[in-house]
């Protein structure tokens, strides 16, 4: 599912950056009949995420290349769990070796920030979503690193939900006349979801019917507030200002989604590694 022609032409556009020019060291050492045998593992506990990817940039490169997985998607590895075994001509592992792990340490990275947020409001009903907050052109591939660490999804476009902000409230004028127009225009069925900063605007959202009311950058105290205000009669998401650290304060009872940009923008890599493995 994660091999659409759009991934494909991010692997390409990944090789064609590092080795337009071919890989001048290991041509210079390697005769193109030569083979090796590798293995990819990880070099501390990490949950995993792109070994199809990471399989996939070596056949892209050179189709002869025998791959075998270790390990999948989601799985939970300790530090030194194998992941991926390749055997193929030197040249070309060699060549493709540092795209192939960008991909799995950035996807590995994010699943395992993923991992641990999702775990931290266990029991407490709550779901952890990501954002936009991606880096260009890896959305795809990021939200489902997301996924597999047990996390969720917010919207993955602008046209999958109306979601309006405190840009699209100034511009229009008023939080209740962005909701109607949105409302006229949206397809049939179409959530709307209205980002409130204040209780005023919380109740506004409200007279307006919105479907889910975000509460922007507000204290714990805040939100319970207006989370009483609300009384269920829209789904709450809270947003802005949560960490880590801070994420269980925030998990409060009538909360139903905390999104969480950190999960895709400062998710660090997982640390893998690629050696050559004597015939």
Known sequence: MLLTPRTEHLIDLALEEDAALGDLTSRAIFAPTQRSRALIKAKEPLVLCGVEIAARTFTRLD????????????????????????????????????????????????????????????????????TRKTTPAWRAL?????????????????????????????????????????????????????????????????????DIILLDNMSPEQIAAAVAVIGGAALVEVSGGVTYQTLRDYALPGVDLISIGALTHSATAADLSLDIVAE
């Open 142 to 210: 990021e939200k489902y690193a997301v996924r597999c660490g047990g996390a969720h999804n917010h919207r993955a476009t602008l046209g999958e939900h109306v979601l309006i902000k405190d840009n699209h409230i100034a511009a229009a004028g008023s939080l209740t006349r962005a909701v109607a127009l949105c409302r006229d225009a949206a397809p049939h069925g179409a959530r709307i979801e209205v980002e409130a900063a204040t209780l005023d605007q919380v109740q506004e959202a409200l007279r307006a019917a919105a």
């Open 63 to 130: 189709p002869c290349f025998q791959i075998e997985p270790a390990a999948a998607d989601g799985d939970s590895l300790a530090a030194g769990a194998p992941v991926l075994h390749i055997s193929g001509p030197t040249l070309a592992l060699l060549t493709a070796e540092r795209t192939a792990l960008n991909f799995l340490q950035r996807l590995s990275g994010i699943a395992t920030q993923a991992r641990r947020y999702a775990a931290a409001v266990e029991g407490t009903g709550v779901r952890i979503v990501d």
